[in-house]
């Protein structure tokens, strides 16, 4: 025997109607009675999948869940946060400059100091305290402090805050025209760059946006600094590794590499310094 089902409904603006009439949307045929097979799969495709889909997004925020809650954890127990807190830094990175500088004496009461991706503000309120001369986080300042970022940043008592993108030939001559209003156009003593992409997981994007950020201290540094200048800047390790120490041991006389113990251990940064400018030998000219 040949049998003939249908499935049948109508609608109208997502409910039940059915004096819109009948619409066929499905059709079984079975010879010797109806193939039960058919409706096996189809619920094998549908109401599975869609079990499988949610115990997917649950185990994936469960993970995350997880995740924060032990980067938070650890966080608040973190020993730089408790000290960063004790003693008025905004972030624990200060305590990364602080190593660097310890080391080298790189910050000193009258330098000019340009402070490259600076929100939310530790390293330009570490500067500020070397700079005073008390020591203080507020007053008396000896020398100049420009801080640039994307991202707003409180004030700072004595720094000079811009809001832009380095990248951006307008933002870039602001900041030129800042320190000449304040410097009377003397070369800086120190860059320091804190600035780093947001990173995609995709090895060679990564590579090309922390290259582009560096080549960018990099240029700009060569411009302003002094010949015994310096320039800090935070570096990952990856593609982009070799290639940005190549560059500064091809402009600075001295590069140094620091792994600050601020530095979270399972993260890849790093910090180069470069010390003193190598001459910068033009390119003959064509007769």
């Known amino acids: 025997m040949v049998c003939f089902g249908a499935v049948v409904f109508a609608s109208s603006r997502g409910k039940n109607n059915l004096s819109h009439g009948l619409i066929i949307v499905g059709l079984v045929v079975s010879i010797g009675g109806v193939d039960r097979r058919d409706n096996r799969v189809m619920k094998s495709n549908s109401r599975p999948s869609t079990e499988k889909a949610k115990k997917t997004d649950a185990d994936s925020a469960k993970r995350g869940s997880k995740v ?11 020993p730089y946060v408790k000290l960063a807190q004790r003693e008025g830094y905004r972030a624990r990175a200060a305590y990364k400059l602080k190593e660097i500088d310890e080391n080298l004496g790189l910050i000193k009461p009258g330098c000019l100091v340009v402070d490259l991706g600076s929100t939310p503000g530790a390293w330009s309120q570490y500067a500020r305290r070397k700079m005073s001369p008390k020591g203080a986080a507020a007053g008396e300042l000896n020398g100049q402090i420009v801080a640039l970022d994307l991202l707003p940043m409180e004030q700072i008592e004595g720094v000079v805050f811009i809001q ?3 990248r951006e030939l307008a933002v870039l001559q602001l900041l030129e025209q800042t320190l000449t209003a304040g410097g009377g156009g003397q070369k800086l003593d120190l860059v320091m760059s804190d600035m780093a992409p947001n990173l995609s997981g995709i090895e060679s994007a990564d590579a090309a946006r922390i290259s582009d950020l560096v080549e960018l201290a990099v240029d700009f540094s060569i411009q302003h600094l002094k010949t ?10 990856g593609g982009a590794y070799d290639p940005m120490v190549k560059l500064f041991k091809d402009t600075f006389a001295v590069v140094k590499r620091f792994k600050p113990k601020a ?6 940064e790093t910090f180069l310094v470069g010390l003193g400018l190598k001459k910068v030998v033009a390119p003959p000219v064509n007769s």
Do not use: Y
Request: aromatic letters at 10%; hydrophobic letters at 35%; charged letters at 25%.
């Open 164 to 166: 832009g993108d380095f």
């Open 263 to 268: 530095s979270r251990p399972g993260s890849s």
């Open 228 to 237: 015994e200048g310096a320039l800090v800047v935070k570096l990952f390790h």
């Open 68 to 78: 924060n809650k032990a980067w938070l954890h650890d966080h608040i127990n973190d």
